[in-house]
């Protein structure tokens, strides 16, 4: 009641962002459903290892090859490991290799993409040729080239990651830069004293988030897959460490002989995290709209 | 308030209390409400307002294309005894195209790029099973003839990409009068084309629409427009009609007050540029600024301009390198051909022409976003010509020189705060400041361009395009230029709009000392805005002078050709 009325749109721009994420996530709610799913693979990453029941890599012979219960909610593997602990603790290293594969390719392919689209020219020449290379190998053949030369470590994995995304990034981003090199705004922006590269980055660059916010969501579940499947195949995380990948392949040899668990509650994980970054997109992309935020 | 002197008993189209809503994020909104109207056989109906008046919803709703969101609320609409309310979908898919048509404001946007228009044609004809395999480019080659398209048989193979937009405009008329339709409604059919095209295109369809006693439907914002070629013509406000009275005694005396506003705000010969705001407006003109001593000579002397473009395409860069192909083949295309003419301080001139006669490369050439090929611009003793365009931000010169869009939505980047796109000149160029200052710059910029503070937190698609216009307007003050182009600053606004756009624009010019550069095809406009004006065709200066002596004694024929394609409502 003491609030002036002059203060009132400074209160509702505040108040903005968060109605219109209400707003979506109530108008969709499996957009509300993928947020939720994405807060508890945060939380697991940021302190899962710190509240799990048990030490991921301590091995209980005793307790080997144990189904669901109680004591071990997702069962024991082979060596007696409680694979609830596993699966939470392997979230963190998951999500690191996947969010900082996607940064790393967000900004390199983007500015990139970005630079082709606007300049034009050789620039556009050079990123477009990068990208039929790129684009000429199956991907997930290419990763495995790049860590099995490189070597097998979590920084190469990363790498190889942001490598064989880069042309989705480029390409996208190339694209919405070229419809808008010669807008009103931009040419607005030249005579207002911008040099060309302030206009790509300050006027032309926010343009394109929202359908670069969805890029970076599908593809960080691309990420996970790609991590996963690289350790599946022996090619990344080793063992012993908990990984969802190394897990699900040290299971697949105990499906027919009934352990299921071993490889079904990774495999889940991965699933649902590969889904919710799918779904997230969708609703990234409203969010950071401005033209739907009315 | 219907006025049926002369009509026949029954109507064509007979449409009562019709109620269009629209579902919507906010609620639902009512496009159009109440509205009767009726078309006799063989009449004219134009359907006039401002946008937003929901003169197209009813249109579209005539022809149940409304999108999804979009219902009809309450009232009947009958077509040739056909309920158009209850009729399923399949019974108006046969009705439309062979009993009413519809004509698009993009005639480009209308057809289909990646087919001839020929075969566009020919799928209308078959669709409607007026044509066979056998007889269908006969058939097509004569709807061409009878759009007047020169060469209907080299045309049949064209793409619409080929045709200039009057030409398309001819074959999304050629299209819709295919099937020989009852109806036929025009929705805003020349907008965007110039004033002869315009001219030809509505002569075009009134003459075939009259020699087939086909009834026409136009939708248009323009009052003059409406008037000159219609019979009936209805006024739309809001979504409700204001005044349904005959072409003839709208003009003479129009009963209700926004019909004045409108008829007011329309730009016509023998008036001023206040004439235009509505009654009871502050007509006060501003404070002049003291004139700043000059020596009298131009502001801005341009001199033999010219702007060449290469010519393009795979095979004529073989043929380049390969020193081939014909003269003509590898000249390069002259969009501007060695103009002159010059700005004098506080001056403002008009640069007139069609598209594509080089007004807009010689603007841009002017405001240094594009080079020249040869020739001078020297600008207060400077040639800024022989500054390339790409260092031309970094000069500082770059901030006397500025320019107001065509496009004010386009102009303005949807993703920044309309505030911040008025601070971006003073930032980049003006004199350092401290947040506060730049606050109160830009507030004191909204204030003198009369754009409304508190909006200045807002994004661009939340504003109207007149509050748009103003934001760009105050964005090209902002560092104080002396010479500021004016790209058609008012063609995507509605008249009243305009009235005061180009009054503020007026007042702006007399308390800053500006030069401006009026780049348009709006003779009417120029006429109030401009001390002089250069007529332009196909690159080439035709006329020049005084805008009085010109607009009222043109030299040129092609200047006469232009003043007498405007069309003038009957008196």
Redesign the interface.
């Known amino acids: 009641m003491t609030a002036t009325p002059t203060s009132l749109?400074?209160e509702k721009?505040a108040t903005g962002l968060l109605a219109h994420a209400r707003h979506i996530v109530t108008e969709n709610p499996v957009t509300g459903l993928s947020f939720g799913l994405f807060i508890l693979f945060l939380l697991a990453g940021l302190v899962g290892p710190h509240v799990v029941p048990y030490d991921p890599l301590a091995s209980d012979t005793a307790a080997a090859l144990a189904p669901p219960s109680a004591a071990h909610w997702f069962g024991t593997d082979q060596l007696g490991r409680d694979i609830f602990s596993r699966v939470v603790v392997a979230t963190r290293l998951d999500m690191t290799i996947a969010i900082a594969s996607v940064a790393l390719v967000f900004v390199v392919g983007g500015l990139a993409g970005l630079a082709a689209g606007y300049f034009g020219g050789w620039t556009d020449q050079v990123v477009g040729r990068i990208c039929d290379t790129i684009m000429a190998f199956p991907l997930f053949v290419l990763a495995m080239g790049i860590v099995a030369a490189l070597g097998n470590t979590v920084t190469n994995i990363v790498l190889a990651t942001a490598i064989v995304n880069f042309p989705l990034y480029a390409r996208v981003a190339r694209a919405e830069a070229n419809v808008r090199r010669d807008?009103?705004?931009v040419?607005?922006?030249?005579?207002?004293?911008?040099?060309?590269w302030r206009i790509l980055l300050g006027?032309i660059m926010?343009?394109t988030?929202p359908i670069m916010m969805v890029q970076v969501s599908l593809t960080m579940g691309y990420a996970i897959l790609n991590a996963a499947g690289l350790s599946f195949i022996g090619l990344g995380v080793r063992p012993p460490t908990p990984e969802w990948g190394i897990m699900v392949a040290e299971g697949a040899a105990f499906i027919v002989s009934g352990e299921w668990w071993i490889a079904f509650f990774p495999g889940v994980t991965l699933m649902l995290a590969v889904f919710c970054f799918n779904l997230l997109g969708d609703g990234l992309r409203d969010l950071v709209d401005?033209?739907r935020?009315? | 308030m219907n006025v049926h002197t002369n009509h026949p008993p029954v109507p064509l189209l007979e449409v009562r209390g019709l109620t269009v809503e629209f579902a919507t994020?906010?609620g639902t909104v009512r496009a159009v409400e109440q509205v009767d109207l009726d078309v006799a056989k063989g009449e004219t109906l134009a359907i006039v307002g401002e946008s937003g008046s929901g003169k197209s919803v009813t249109s579209y709703t005539v022809m149940r294309i409304l999108d999804r969101a979009g219902r009809i609320a309450e009232g009947s609409m009958t077509f040739s005894g056909v309920d158009l309310v209850a009729a399923s979908e399949k019974q108006v898919r046969a009705l439309r195209g062979r009993e009413m048509s519809m004509i698009f404001q993009n005639p480009r946007a209308a057809l289909n790029p990646i087919r001839t228009v020929g075969r566009q044609i020919e799928d209308v004809l078959k669709e409607h099973a007026l044509a066979g395999s056998a007889d269908a480019k006969e058939k097509a080659i004569a709807a061409l003839t009878e759009v007047r398209i020169a060469r209907p048989e080299e045309r049949y193979d064209a793409y619409p990409f080929e045709l200039s937009g009057g030409m398309c405009q001819r074959i999304v008329i050629a299209l819709a009068l295919a099937c020989r339709p009852q109806l036929l409604i025009a929705d805003e059919p020349t907008t965007g084309l110039d004033v002869t095209t315009q001219k030809a295109v509505m002569d075009l369809v009134m003459e075939l629409t009259r020699a087939r006693g086909m009834s026409t439907l136009l939708i248009t914002h323009d009052l003059g427009l409406a008037a000159a070629y219609c019979d009936r013509v209805m006024v739309m406000e809001k979504g409700r009609v204001v005044e349904t009275a005959l072409a003839g005694t709208i003009f003479k005396a129009p009963s209700h007050a926004y019909t004045r506003k409108l008829m007011r705000a329309t730009p016509r010969g023998g008036v001023t540029l206040r004439d235009l705001l509505p009654e009871g407006s502050d007509l006060t003109p501003p404070e002049p600024r003291p004139a700043a001593a000059t020596d009298g000579t131009p502001l801005l002397t341009v001199t033999s301009l010219v702007k060449e473009y290469p010519k393009k395409g795979v095979g004529l860069t073989l043929a380049r390198l390969m020193g081939r192909g014909t003269d003509e083949d590898l000249t390069p295309f002259r969009a501007v051909d060695g103009i002159s003419f010059a700005v004098g301080r506080g001056e403002s001139l008009g640069l007139v022409g069609e598209s594509g006669c080089g007004k807009s490369t010689t603007s841009m050439m002017v405001?240094r976003?594009t080079d020249r090929t040869s020739g001078s611009l020297v600008f207060d003793g400077i040639d800024i010509g022989a500054i390339p365009a790409?260092q031309f931000?970094?000069s500082p010169l770059?901030?006397r020189?500025?320019?107001v869009?065509?496009?004010p939505?386009?102009?303005?980047?949807?993703?920044?705060q309309v505030g911040r796109?008025i601070a971006?000149?003073i930032l980049?160029?003006g004199t350092p400041m401290n947040g506060a200052a730049l606050k109160a710059r830009v507030e004191e910029l909204a204030r003198l361009v009369g754009f409304p503070e508190?909006l200045l937190?807002r994004?661009p698609?939340?504003l109207s395009g007149g509050q748009k216009a103003r934001v760009?307007i105050a964005?090209?003050i902002a560092l104080d230029p002396d010479l500021v182009i004016l790209d058609e600053p008012t063609a995507a606004l509605d008249v009243s709009v305009q009235a005061v756009v180009l009054n503020l624009l007026q007042d702006l010019k007399i308390k800053l000392g500006m030069s401006y550069i009026f780049v348009s095809h709006d003779l009417e406009v120029v006429r109030l805005l401009c001390d002089r004006v250069v007529v332009m065709r196909a690159g080439r200066i035709v006329e020049q002078g005084m805008t009085r002596e010109v607009l009222s004694n043109p030299q040129d024929p092609y200047t006469r050709e232009l003043l007498s394609s405007i069309p003038h409502p009957p008196v």
């Open positions: 749109p400074a721009a807008a009103g705004f040419q607005a922006a030249r005579l207002c004293g911008n040099g060309e006027q926010p343009n988030l401005p033209q935020r009315t | 994020r906010r405001n976003l790409r931000a970094r770059r901030r020189i500025q320019m869009f065509q496009d939505t386009d102009s303005l980047n949807p993703r920044f796109a971006d000149p980049r160029m508190h937190d994004f698609h939340q760009g964005r090209a």
